[in-house]
């Protein structure tokens, strides 16, 4: 007992950085489906992973992930099975700020697609990384 009480302070230097060696794989776990957008690109180029739009048709229209397909959060459980076919692609779920793609990754993984994935700050993080956008 007299050793925890004269090096306390060391004690607790410890644990802190103990803390902070864990906190990378707790945080991460947090948002496991997230996907960068460096990350989204290496997945279309190398694995010709599918990316979904899951805005509405009039922000889709105003700008979108060059060669994303539009499939609106309302409509994705009935819609999706017929835009990606293959459940073995990657899918990877977009929307403004990536919100209402992190719902829309429990709803493909239900579907069956198990490589879904949400581009983490949705479109924004997209621009913000100056990828190419469509407008139609």
Known sequence: MKFLIDNWMLISI?????GMLVWPMISSGVNAGALS???AVQLINREKAVVVDVCGADEFAA??????KNVPMGELEARLPGVVKNKALPVILVCASGMRSNRAVAIAKKLGYE???SLSGGLKA???ANLPVEKS
């Open 115 to 117: 490589q879904a994935q």
């Open 14 to 18: 410890a644990l802190a950085s103990g």
């Open 126 to 128: 997209w621009k913000d």
């Open 37 to 39: 957008a460096s990350g």
């Open 63 to 68: 700008g979108h992930v060059a060669g994303a």
